[in-house]
Structure formats: C-alpha cells, structure tokens
C-alpha cells in the first residue's frame, strides 16, 4: 500500500492548525526538526518522508493518503524544493485539502536547475543511484559548515538511501509544467531565496500562479533555512 511506504519515518506532533512540511530532493521529515521543536506548541505538524517515487502525481495522491489516516481534512501544506515542484500537484488534484500552501526555492519544470551539472535531465537518466548519492555526498561535504550543511549530511550518510535520492532527482529532471490551479490567491505563499540564479519569478504564470500567488517573498538564505 502506498500510504503504508509514503508514512514510514513521518513524524507527528503538536496541537492545533495543521501543517504538513514536505522536504526537498535531500533528507526525509527530520529536515523539519527545527520547525518542528520552535512551533510544536502552536500548530499539529505533520514532517513527511516518502518513498521512491518521481512522478508527482502518485506523491499527491500519496499525501492524501497520509492525511486520511491521520484524520486531516485539511492542512498547509509547505514544501521546499522538489517538494514544492509536486505540492502543487497535491493543489491541482486535492484542492480541498489544501488550507494554504508555501512553496519554498521551488521549480517549474526541469529547466529551471539545468544550469547546474547535476541537475542535468540526460545526467540524472544516466547515472547510477550509487553514483549519483555518492556526488552529492561529496557535493555536501564541500559546502562552508553549517547546520543546515550539517543536517543534509547526515540525512545522506545515515538516513536516506541512494533509491529514494535518485527517484527524487529523476522526478526534478522530468518536471512538467503543472496546469492552473483552482486555489484563491489569497492562500498561496512562494519563499524564493537569493542565491537561486535562475529562478524564474515571472515564469510562474506559466502555471497559473501569477493569478493567484499572494506573496512572493525574496529571501536571504537564511531565512529560508529556518522553515527549509
């Protein structure tokens, strides 16, 4: 049963609004441990991890799962990175169980990251999921120390296997423009941070978002890191 993969690690906590925080291409739902500690007692917090899976159609569908066996009939539904590129499609095919949604550094379809080697989309079709966790293990390492930096490396060295990294690179490298959503402008927040050269602000009307985007907030990076 999908529901059964797409929960395993997830972590539950806190009560009253419900958030659901969906983490990027690196790392399960313990890249949320932070959001999780500093709002536990302001919000029911729901840090996913999901499977092997790059089609973000079967990770929406997925994510509703989880929310019918956690009893949510709603919930913000915040995502970073890849996890921001499929949340929407938990918009497109779930709008009702979306109260609000936060997409974080996210992408509009695979050319958005193809000026960077390993986001290539004939690289990640290629390439071997040993491989391919084994570059970015490498690629981490290199980075300045950070907890951020910290963090994404313990994810891929201890707790997320090069399968799970590499279906979610493949589902970054296959991305689709996602149709218009029918979610009220006033409910939809994009989290852009700086260092991201070729994000493309206006290209979000591509998908409908520049209809009904409330906010789009550019971000130092460190702002970012706090929610991401």
Known sequence: ?????FGVG?????????????????????????TLSALRSRARLVAVT??????????ADGLAQVMNHLELASAVVV????????AQFFALRHPERVRALVLGNG?????DLSYDPLFVPDYLESVSPKELHAAWIERVGNLPVSPLQQLQSFMLSDRQT?????????????????????LPMAVVTVLIAVTIPSYR????SGCGLATWVRD?????????????
């Open 1 to 5: 049963m999908l529901m059964a993969t």
């Open 10 to 34: 997830s972590i539950l906590v806190g009560l009253g609004r419900q958030l659901c925080c969906l983490p990027g291409s690196v790392g399960d739902g313990g890249m949320f441990i932070a």
């Open 50 to 59: 999901y499977p092997a899976l790059s089609e973000p159609e079967r990770l």
């Open 79 to 86: 995502g970073s990175s890849f996890a921001a590129y499929w």
């Open 107 to 111: 992408l509009v379809d695979s050319t």
């Open 162 to 182: 090069p399968e799970n990294l590499h279906a979610r690179f493949l589902g970054v490298g296959r991305a689709k423009v996602c149709p218009s959503l029918s």
């Open 201 to 204: 602000l206006l290209c979000v």
């Open 216 to 228: 789009i907030l550019v971000c130092p990076p460190a702002a970012t890191t706090h929610i991401f």
